[in-house]
């Protein structure tokens, strides 16, 4: 069984931009810009603004961070973000979700220049992705891509088996590997909570992709030898014996099921890693499009 080291990846990714950024910044004079949106005071959103902008500074990309109260009205978001739009040191917009519920997120997301929407959320990119244009991912599936680009595993024609429909990383993630593309080119198929017997599905697995929010909950028993896993859940589960009283696991019951594995990713420290890396790689690509750079 080998790790696969998303933290490795991730810090190798962000010091490729940060050297293309310096050169970036000695041909064009500029560097790459992103602006965090965020509406009122949820600390989670805080923690995962303050890492955005953290990781930002780390490779000399310009950052900023918008805080909105919990009261804003929707048009007033919606002219903010126009701002951002039409702005010159922005190359990336992000509203940080989830948003207060007297606003309408998929107008937010829709309102963001497809030029500049680095979340992937668009209707445009998700779009583009479907029909096979070149087109910004969504970061979380675009880091699962790269992981099996950079680990070199053989995805052609492979059972590629998806559990979970959600828009930022199931569908998006079944996409992409359904693609006639290197590292994807995959037979795939997506399985959710309406699948009678979902072990029917996921045995069948020669790379597994878990996105449920369900602790340990694919087993030993569910999967076949050599498959690749990749585990996208996050979930705190009760510790008594960490001194925070919890820890965080995976969709996947690690122990049992890397044992079976020829490939799989811990968590944390797998997927999780990436998916700022890919934000920053986004941005990146945003501005050098701009700017008529090679990516
Ligand atoms: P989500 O929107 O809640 O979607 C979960 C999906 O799992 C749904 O499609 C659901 O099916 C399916 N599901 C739930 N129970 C199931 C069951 N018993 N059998 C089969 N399918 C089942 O979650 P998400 O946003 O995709 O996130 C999934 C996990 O990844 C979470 O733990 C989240 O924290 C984590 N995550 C991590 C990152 C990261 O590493 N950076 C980013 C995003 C998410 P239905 O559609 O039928 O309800």
Redesign the pocket.
């Known amino acids: 069984m080998k790790l696969i080291d998303g933290k490795k990846v991730s810090q190798e990714i962000k010091n490729e931009l940060k050297e293309k950024i310096a050169k970036a910044k000695e041909v064009t004079g500029k560097i790459p810009g992103l602006v965090t949106i965020i509406v009122g005071e949820n600390p989670a959103s805080q923690i995962y603004v303050k890492m955005k902008n953290k990781s930002c500074a780390e490779i000399g990309m310009y950052s900023e961070k918008r805080e909105l109260s919990e009261s804003i009205s929707e048009d007033e978001l919606l002219n903010i973000i126009d701002e951002y739009n039409n702005d010159e040191k922005i190359n990336g917009i992000l509203v940080q979700l989830p948003l207060p519920k007297h606003i309408d997120e998929n107008k937010v997301i829709e309102k963001i220049s497809p030029l500049k929407d680095v979340d992937g959320f668009h209707p445009v990119s998700v779009g583009n992705l479907v029909i096979g244009k070149e087109t910004f991912l969504s970061c979380?599936p675009y880091g699962i891509w790269e992981l099996l680009k950079r680990y070199k595993i053989e995805t052609k024609g492979k059972h590629v088996v998806v559990?979970?429909?959600?828009n930022?990383?199931?569908k998006p993630i079944a996409n992409i590997m359904l693609q006639k593309a290197e590292g994807a080119n995959s037979v795939v198929t997506i399985?959710?909570?309406?699948?009678p017997d979902?072990s029917y599905f996921t045995k069948q697995a020669d790379i597994l992709i878990a996105?449920?929010?369900?602790a340990n909950?694919i087993t030993k028993e569910m999967v076949k030898d050599n498959v690749v896993v990749i585990d996208?859940?996050?979930?705190r589960i009760d510790d008594p014996n960490s001194e925070k009283g919890y820890k965080i696991v995976g969709?996947v019951d690690f122990d049992e099921v890397a044992e079976k594995s020829s490939y799989i990713t811990p968590v944390p420290g797998g997927?999780?890693p990436m998916?700022i890396a890919m934000l920053l790689q986004n941005t990146f690509t945003s501005f050098a499009r701009k700017n008529n750079l090679s990516n």
Do not use: K
Request: charged residues 10%.
């Open positions: 979380t559990v979970g429909r959600s930022i990383v199931g399985c959710h909570s309406a699948a979902l996105a449920i929010g369900r909950f996208v859940g996050i979930n969709d997927v999780g998916t």
